[in-house]
C-alpha cells in the first residue's frame, strides 16, 4: 500500500525526476570515461608521453571523485526536499518509522543503481565518440583507446553504488531523526542568521589571509614544487569560505535598509538571499573551486593548444628541410602555405659541405636571434653574403641541413666558379618555413615520415622546428587534452552541483510564488525575481573562481616558460566557457521558473 | 453601469469547473449580489457550498464561466494577465486562513509588499506601515519573522498588510479558521474598526456563526446559490448571533 502510494508520489513529480535520472546518468558517464581513460593500461603505455602525464591523471581522478561526492550529496538533498513531505505524511497516517525508512532507502538505492546503468552506458558511448572527437579536434592520436574497458566499468559502478547506498542511510538517518511535523512543515521553517560584527570582521580578515597566502603559494611554486597544490587547496578553500560568510550577509543586510529595498520584488529578493546564502556559504566555495579548477584545466589545455607552435618556433628557423625531393614530396610541399623558403645545392665530401654563394646571395639564410641569456626570441633575420661567411655558417640551423654519420659537417661557402669545380656527393635541400604550424599539420607530418625514411640523422631524427612541435605534441598533447577534458567534466559537474543545490529549494519557494501571486504580483516581476536570484546564486561563484583561475594561473608559468605564457589568450578560453556556464544558468533558471511560477489563472 | 456607492457588483456569475470533455462540476448557479461602499458581509454556507469559488472569481484569483463582476467599477471579467495582477495589488486586500505571509521576511517587509510592488516612495511607505501597525498593535512586532509570531499576531500582520495600500475592499476566507477564540474575537473586532474607521468595505467568508455576527448582512449560500439573506439592522450582536442560529437551522434543513 505505501510502496503504492510512493510510487504515485513519483508519478506526480516524474518530470523533476526526470531531471535528476539524467544529471545522475550523466555524472556517472563522465567519470567512466575518465576512468577508462585514467585506468587503460594499454593505452597508458601505449602513449610514452602521455604516461609522464599520469600523475595528472591521478590529481584529476581525486578531483573528479571529491566532485562526484559533492555532486551526489546535493542531488540527494533536492530528491529528499521534493520527498520529505510525502513521507512526513505516510509517517502521520501512521506508517512506521521504520517501514518509511525502507521505502526512502529503496527509492535512493534504486535511483541510483538505474542512473548508474544508464551512465555507463552514456560513456560508452561518449568514451567511443566524443572522446575521439575531441582528440580529432586537437589533432592528437592517442593509441589504444577502447571504448570499454572493464576495470573502468566496475569503477565506476562501484564508486555510484557505494555512494547510493551512503546516500540512501543518510536519508534514512535524517528521517528517522528529524520529527513528523518538521517534515511536514519543512520548508516553512527559516532560520535568520544573525550578524555579529565582531565576528565578521575577524572572519573576513582570515578570510583574505588565507586568500593571500594560497595565492602566493600558487605562485611560488618553483619554491615550493608539489606542496603548492595541496597548501593552496586548504587555504583557498578557507578563504573563500570565511570571505563569504563574512562579507555576503552584510552585504545583504545592508542593502536591505536601503530605499532600493523597498521597491518591487527587490526587498523579496533580498529577503529570499538572505534566508538562503547561509546554507549556501559551503556550496558557494565548493562551486567557486571547481569553478577555478574547471577554468584553469580549460585554460591551460588551450594555452598549450595555441602555444605550442609558437614554442616550437624557437627550436628553428625552418620548419622542415627537405633533401632532395621526390615528385611525392613536391606536391605536399605545394599544399604548405609557405612564409619561407630556400633550395640550396650542397656538395659533401670529407667532413666539408660546399654552398654555391650565388645560391646564398638570392636566398639569405634566415638566422635567429638569441637573448644574451642565450635563449632564443621569435624574431629572424638575415645578413649579407659577406657577413654570413664570417659568422653565419657557425648557426646550428644552418648546420643541420647537412648531417651525416660523423655528425655535422663543416660548412662553406664557394664562389660560383669554384663550386662548379668542386668534387663531391651532390645534395640540394630545401628549407621551408610555413606560417602556421597548425594549419599544415597534415602535409608537414607526411613530408617529415619521407624525409625520415631516407634523411634521418642519428637517432631517427629529421632537422627543423616540426619535429619538435611534433614531439612537444606528443608530450604536452596529453596535458592539452586531459586540460580539455577535465575542463568540461568539472563544468558539467559544479554547474550541476549548483542546479541541483538550487533547485532543491524550488519546492518550498512554489508556496512563496503562489503567496505572491495572490498578492497580485505580476508575472513578469516574479519571473524577473527569480532570475536575479538565481543569477545571483551563479556569479558569486563564477566571479571568485575567475579570480581564483587569474591567481592560479602563476602555477604553470615554469611549465610555460616564454614565449609561452598561461595568461596569453585566455579572454577567448574565459568567453566560451563562461558561455557555457550561461547556459547552465539559462537551464536551471528554466527549471525554476517551470516548479515554481503559479499557473496564470487557477489551480 | 453601477452607482458610485456600489464597491462590488455581481450579475449572473458561474462557475463551471472541468473541460467540456471531462466531468464537468458546476459550483456556482447564477449569483447576483452587491456590496455597496463601507459596508461589511458576510458569506456562510456548509462545506462544499461554493463559498471559496466565489470569493475566488471577485479577488481574480479563478476566472468565471459566464457572468459579470465588477469590482470598484472594474469590470474583472474582461481583464487579463498584468491587469489582473495589478487589480489584485491595488483594488484588493485579502486575508486568508493559513496567513499566507512570506517567511523569508520581517513583519514590516511583509506589510510594505503591496506598497513595494506599486512603487511607493520609501518615506510615505514607512508611515503607511506604522498607521497601520499602530491601528492594529504590531508596532512592536515589525522587525520580528512570521516564524517568530503567533497565529493570532500572523494574522493581524497578514490584516495590516491587506490594508496598507487602502484597497478598495477587503476580502477574507475564514480568516480565523486558523485562530483560538480569543484571537479570532481580536482579529474581528480588528475588522469591525476598520470597517467603521476607514469606511473600508469588507467581505468575509465563513462558516462559523460567531464570526458572521460580526457583519451588517449575511448571504447564505447552499449548492452554489444564494439561498436567503439576512441583515442585522440595529439589533446588537449577540441577538444577531442568535437569529444567525435560527437561520442556519432552518437554511441547513
Ligand atoms: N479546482 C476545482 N476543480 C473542481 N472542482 C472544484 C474545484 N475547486 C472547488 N471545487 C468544487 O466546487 C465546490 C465548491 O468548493 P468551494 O471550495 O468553493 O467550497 P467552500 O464553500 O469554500 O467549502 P469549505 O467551507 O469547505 O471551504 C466543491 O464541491 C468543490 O469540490
Ligand atoms: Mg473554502
Redesign the interface.
Known sequence: MLGKLALAGIKNRRRDYLVLLAGLTMSAAIFYMFANLATNRAFIKANAVVSQASLIFGFGAVLLILITVVYIMYANSFLLSMRQHDYGLFMMLGATRKRVGELVFLETLILGTIATAIGIVLGLLMSKFLVGFLLNMLGLHLAHLTAAYVPAIIATAVLYVGLFILASLFNLVRLTRTTVLNLLHSD???N?PKVKPFRQLIQGTLGIVFLAIGYWALAAIKVLQVMAIPVALVTITLGTYLLFRATILVIIRGLRHT?WA???????LL??L??RVHNYTRMLTIVSLLFAMALGAITVGSGYHKQLPMMAKTIGTYTIAVHDKTPVEQKLMDQLHVAYTATYTQKRQGKMVYYNADEIAKQPVEQQRYKKSGQPEAQLYTQSLKDFKKSGTQDMDFMALALGKIGAYTPKILSAEQFAKQTGKTVTVTTIRVKDLQQDKKPLKQLNKLENKRFAAPDGMTVGSYQGFEMMNGFFGGLEFMGYFLGIAFLAMLASCLMFKILSGAPGDQR?YR???????????MRWGIAKEIGILFLIPGIMGVIDVLFGLQMFKPLMSAPMSPYLGIGSTFLIFIGLYVIYYLITLALYWRIVLPK???D | MTTATTVVDVHGLEKTYGKANERQYRALKDINFSVAEGEFVGIMGASGSGKTTLL?ML?T???PTKGDVIVNGHDVTKMR??QL??????E?G?I?QDF???????AE?NI??????K????KV?DQAIHEVAETLSIADLLQK???ELSGGQKQRVAAA?AIVHHPSILMGDEPTGALDSTSARELLDLLTTINQKQAMSVLLVTHDPFSASFCQRILFIKDGQIGSELKRGSQDRAAFYQQILTELGTFNE
Do not use: C, I, W
Open positions: 516553512e521553517q527559516a535568520q530605499a523597498k521597491k518591487h520584488l527587490n526587498g523579496f529577503g529570499q538572505n534566508f512563496r503567496m505572491l501571486y495572490k498578492v497580485g504580483v505580476r508575472q513578469n516581476l496564470t489563472t487557477t | 475566488n479577488s484569483l479563478d476566472t494577465g498584468n495582477a495589478d487589480f489584485r495589488a491595488q484588493v485579502f486568508f499566507n505571509l512570506l517567511e523569508s521576511l520581517t517587509e510594505g509588499l503591496p506598497l513595494a510592488l512603487g511607493t516612495a520609501s511607505m519573522y512570521p516564524a498588510r
